[in-house]
Nanobody, 122 residues
């Protein structure tokens, strides 16, 4: 069974940095893309950053120049380096993956982690 386990969230002061990690496991055959989304209270979940299997990246305008997404294919792990954090970055951050499994190598499915809280406050 596919699992995504996030780590690295926590409390940081404005201007500080955090690095989120998300490790995928469980019969994964091929990963098409991995991404980070976030959801603040009372707001819709939004895409923060995405990285494809060929390492192409895409960022929300609000985080461009401050956040960097990267990926370790050997470990099926995606990272989100967050610098110059602002109070408006505060949210629950969710890992997302589009992948196929050995059980179903043809069909792509979308998987979600449980989320990790990022709090930006002085």
């Amino acid at each position: 069974q596919v699992q995504l386990v996030e780590s690295g969230g926590g409390l940081v002061q404005p201007g500080g940095s955090l690095r989120l990690s998300c490790a995928a496991s469980g019969g994964i055959f091929s990963i098409k893309a991995m991404a980070w989304y976030r959801q603040a209270p009372g707001k819709q979940r939004e895409l923060v950053a995405l990285i494809t299997s060929d390492a192409s990246t895409n960022y929300a305008d609000s985080v461009k120049g401050r956040f960097t997404i990267s990926r370790d294919n050997a470990k099926n792990t995606v990272y989100l380096q967050m610098n110059s954090l602002k109070p408006e970055d505060e949210a629950v951050y969710y890992c997302n993956m589009i992948a196929t499994t050995y059980v179903m190598p043809i069909y792509e499915n979308t998987y979600w982690g449980r989320g990790t809280q990022v709090t930006v406050s002085s």
